[in-house]
T-cell receptor, first 115, second 112 residues
Framework: EDQVTQSPEALRLQEGESSSLNCSYT??????LFWYRQDPGKGPEFLFT???AGEEKEKERLKATLTKKESFLHITAPKPEDSATYLC????????????????FGKGTKLSVKP | NAGVTQTPKFQVLKTGQSMTLQCAQD?????MYWYRQDPGMGLRLIYY???????DKGEVPNGYNVSRLNKREFSLRLESAAPSQTSVYFC???????????FGDGTRLSIL
């Protein structure tokens, strides 16, 4: 069964303490991996798309990387405002476009950054 | 920048009542989606519409119906609400299938 697994479930960091979040997937024929940020009481906010192994994307203190089996979201010198739940998602295998429009989401990593 | 707008934001229903959740997007996106989010379960797809005039079942469609009213609007209907449908419901849209999805801020629904 295709699956997206995120670890750890929760991560507590001190301000400035860098770390990484993991997203592993078993979907065959990956056609993109998406990272989202979700704040309490809000909908997920799109961060990055990665399409091929070796690809990297950066935004402020966040850098996403992709291998053939997993993706990492590296957080460098985090600040309290980086506290949120981070979700990753992949499209299921099947026909590109057409009726295969949904995403398979991981359960997320809840990040807390203390000042 | 409205993006994806969901109404209402909160709702309490009694078991057996019916209700329609509304969603509208102003980004000229072709594809629209309805998810539910429950603690420990993550986001699960209820229904989606790859393009205007089409709808398809997702992972958890039982107890729900949808209508793609036009390109902008995609509604979710609970015909006879059950306590198991207590959840946060999110609507999302994307340019086309398998592209990044943009989410609304959700409808928090409690069924007593």
């Amino acid at each position: 069964e295709d699956q997206v697994t995120q670890s750890p479930e929760a991560l507590r960091l001190q301000e400035g303490e860098s770390s990484s979040l993991n997203c592993s997937y078993t979907v065959s024929g990956l056609r993109g991996l998406f990272w989202y940020r979700q704040d309490p009481g809000k909908g997920p906010e799109f961060l990055f798309t990665l399409y091929s192994a070796g690809e990297e994307k950066e935004k402020e203190r966040l850098k996403a990387t992709l291998t053939k089996k997993e993706s990492f979201l590296h957080i460098t010198a985090p600040k309290p405002e980086d506290s949120a739940t981070y979700l990753c998602a992949v499209p299921p295998p099947g026909h590109y476009g057409g009726s295969q429009g949904n995403l398979i989401f991981g359960k997320g990593t809840k990040l807390s950054v203390k000042p | 920048n409205a993006g994806v707008t969901q109404t209402p934001k909160f709702q309490v229903l009694k078991t057996g009542q019916s209700m329609t959740l509304q969603c509208a997007q102003d980004m000229n996106h072709n594809s629209m989606y309805w998810y539910r989010q429950d603690p420990g379960m993550g986001l699960r797809l209820i229904y989606y519409s790859a393009s205007e005039g089409t709808t398809d079942k997702g992972e958890v469609p039982n107890g729900y119906n949808v209508s793609r009213l036009n390109k902008r609007e995609f509604s979710l209907r609970l015909e006879s609400a059950a306590p198991s449908q207590t959840s946060v419901y999110f609507c999302a849209s994307s340019v086309r299938s398998n592209q990044p999805q943009h989410f609304g801020d959700g409808t928090r629904l409690s069924i007593l």
